[in-house]
């Protein structure tokens, strides 16, 4: 079964649209990696601040080589212009193993 990895961001006000737009100018960074499935960048509505970044992989080893690799560390270090605030001011990670799906 696959791998869930939920990044949990913690983003201050008014800097959604910011998080937003890196999260569109890296669009493609991880859909090559081996082993990815799905990735949903999802926007706040109701009962939280925080953005949910949701991954799909295939094994949570394929999930780890991703994190841990060159591609991960590339696509994360150019993700704030220099000089910029960050868009996100903490992450908590949250992992799950998908039991069923339809």
Known sequence: MSYVAINVLT????????????????KGAVESAPGFE?????????????YLVYTRWRSVEDFV????????ADGHAGARPEGAR??????????FEVVQST
């Open 65 to 72: 080589a991703w994190r841990d690799g060159q591609r991960f």
């Open 11 to 26: 983003v201050p006000e008014g800097a959604g649209a910011t998080l937003e737009e890196r999260f569109a100018a890296r």
């Open 38 to 50: 799905h990735f949903e960048l999802l926007r706040p509505v109701e009962g939280t601040a925080d």
């Open 86 to 95: 960050p868009a996100a001011t903490g992450s908590t990670l949250w992992a």
